[in-house]
Protein backbone atom coordinates (compact mmCIF):
# COMPACT_ATOMS: atom_id res chain seq x y z
CA UNK A 1 0.00 0.00 0.00
CA UNK A 2 0.72 3.52 -0.62
CA UNK A 3 0.47 6.15 1.83
CA UNK A 4 -1.35 9.41 0.05
CA UNK A 5 -1.49 12.84 1.11
CA UNK A 6 -3.80 15.31 -0.74
CA UNK A 7 -3.68 19.35 -1.10
CA UNK A 8 -4.91 22.10 -3.14
CA UNK A 9 -8.26 22.31 -2.20
CA UNK A 10 -10.11 25.41 -0.92
CA UNK A 11 -13.08 27.95 -1.76
CA UNK A 12 -12.92 29.39 -5.41
CA UNK A 13 -15.86 31.01 -7.16
CA UNK A 14 -17.69 29.10 -10.33
CA UNK A 15 -15.70 29.57 -13.26
CA UNK A 16 -12.66 29.35 -11.18
CA UNK A 17 -9.98 27.04 -11.13
CA UNK A 18 -7.99 24.71 -8.34
CA UNK A 19 -5.39 22.02 -8.68
CA UNK A 20 -5.36 19.12 -6.79
CA UNK A 21 -2.02 17.35 -5.80
CA UNK A 22 -1.51 14.05 -4.13
CA UNK A 23 1.79 13.16 -2.88
CA UNK A 24 2.41 9.16 -2.48
CA UNK A 25 5.50 7.45 -0.50
CA UNK A 26 7.09 4.24 -1.50
CA UNK A 27 9.03 3.11 -4.52
CA UNK A 28 6.07 1.65 -6.67
CA UNK A 29 4.34 4.80 -7.08
CA UNK A 30 5.09 4.04 -11.00
CA UNK A 31 3.39 0.95 -10.91
CA UNK A 32 0.05 1.75 -9.76
CA UNK A 33 -3.01 3.16 -11.70
CA UNK A 34 -4.02 6.50 -9.94
CA UNK A 35 -7.83 7.64 -9.15
CA UNK A 36 -9.39 10.92 -8.15
CA UNK A 37 -12.70 10.38 -6.46
CA UNK A 38 -15.04 12.88 -4.52
CA UNK A 39 -18.08 12.53 -2.24
CA UNK A 40 -20.25 15.61 -1.44
CA UNK A 41 -22.84 15.48 1.82
CA UNK A 42 -25.34 13.02 1.46
CA UNK A 43 -24.09 11.40 -1.58
CA UNK A 44 -22.09 8.19 -2.30
CA UNK A 45 -18.34 8.61 -3.52
CA UNK A 46 -18.05 8.96 -6.81
CA UNK A 47 -15.69 8.53 -9.32
CA UNK A 48 -13.49 11.73 -11.60
CA UNK A 49 -10.71 10.55 -12.86
CA UNK A 50 -8.04 7.93 -13.17
CA UNK A 51 -4.50 7.36 -14.32
CA UNK A 52 -2.90 4.06 -15.89
CA UNK A 53 0.71 3.94 -14.45
CA UNK A 54 2.72 5.81 -17.01
CA UNK A 55 0.17 8.73 -17.89
CA UNK A 56 -0.57 7.02 -21.04
CA UNK A 57 -4.42 6.27 -20.28
CA UNK A 58 -6.80 8.54 -18.85
CA UNK A 59 -10.51 8.37 -18.41
CA UNK A 60 -12.95 10.80 -16.80
CA UNK A 61 -16.65 11.13 -15.42
CA UNK A 62 -18.55 12.09 -18.12
CA UNK A 63 -19.47 15.18 -15.44
CA UNK A 64 -15.88 16.49 -15.28
CA UNK A 65 -14.81 15.69 -18.97
CA UNK A 66 -13.33 18.68 -21.11
CA UNK A 67 -13.01 20.21 -17.62
CA UNK A 68 -10.79 18.20 -15.39
CA UNK A 69 -7.48 17.09 -15.67
CA UNK A 70 -5.63 14.36 -14.22
CA UNK A 71 -1.83 13.90 -14.47
CA UNK A 72 1.32 12.37 -12.81
CA UNK A 73 4.71 12.53 -12.18
CA UNK A 74 6.31 9.43 -10.99
CA UNK A 75 9.70 11.13 -10.33
CA UNK A 76 7.97 13.18 -8.22
CA UNK A 77 5.59 10.06 -6.54
CA UNK A 78 2.33 12.84 -7.51
CA UNK A 79 -0.89 12.47 -9.13
CA UNK A 80 -2.61 16.14 -9.82
CA UNK A 81 -6.05 16.84 -10.83
CA UNK A 82 -6.41 20.36 -12.45
CA UNK A 83 -9.79 21.68 -12.45
CA UNK A 84 -11.26 24.53 -14.43
CA UNK A 85 -14.52 25.61 -14.72
CA UNK A 86 -16.02 24.81 -11.85
CA UNK A 87 -19.19 24.66 -10.76
CA UNK A 88 -21.19 24.16 -7.55
CA UNK A 89 -21.75 21.01 -7.89
CA UNK A 90 -17.82 20.24 -8.05
CA UNK A 91 -18.09 20.72 -4.28
CA UNK A 92 -16.75 17.58 -2.46
CA UNK A 93 -14.25 16.16 -0.35
CA UNK A 94 -11.72 15.04 -2.96
CA UNK A 95 -9.65 12.02 -2.45
CA UNK A 96 -6.97 10.72 -4.41
CA UNK A 97 -6.47 6.60 -4.57
CA UNK A 98 -4.01 4.18 -5.49
CA UNK A 99 -4.46 0.79 -7.36
CA UNK A 100 -1.76 -1.66 -7.19
CA UNK A 101 -0.92 -3.87 -10.64
CA UNK A 102 -1.77 -6.74 -9.52
CA UNK A 103 -4.96 -5.95 -8.25
CA UNK A 104 -8.26 -4.39 -9.51
CA UNK A 105 -9.59 -2.52 -6.34
CA UNK A 106 -7.64 0.67 -5.24
CA UNK A 107 -6.34 -0.30 -1.59
CA UNK A 108 -4.91 3.13 -0.88
CA UNK A 109 -6.48 5.90 -0.36
CA UNK A 110 -5.73 9.52 1.00
CA UNK A 111 -7.43 11.91 3.71
CA UNK A 112 -9.36 14.16 1.41
CA UNK A 113 -9.67 17.95 0.65
CA UNK A 114 -12.30 19.70 0.56
CA UNK A 115 -13.39 21.78 -2.54
CA UNK A 116 -16.03 24.54 -2.15
CA UNK A 117 -17.43 26.32 -4.82
CA UNK A 118 -19.64 29.09 -4.27
CA UNK A 119 -21.84 30.39 -6.97
Known amino acids: QLHLVESGGGLVQAGGSLRLSCAAS????????MGWFRQAPGKEREFVARISWNGGVTNYADSVKGRFTISRDNAKNTVYLQMNSLKPEDAAVYYCAARPPWGTEYDSWGQGTQVTVSS
Open 26 to 33: GRTFSTYT
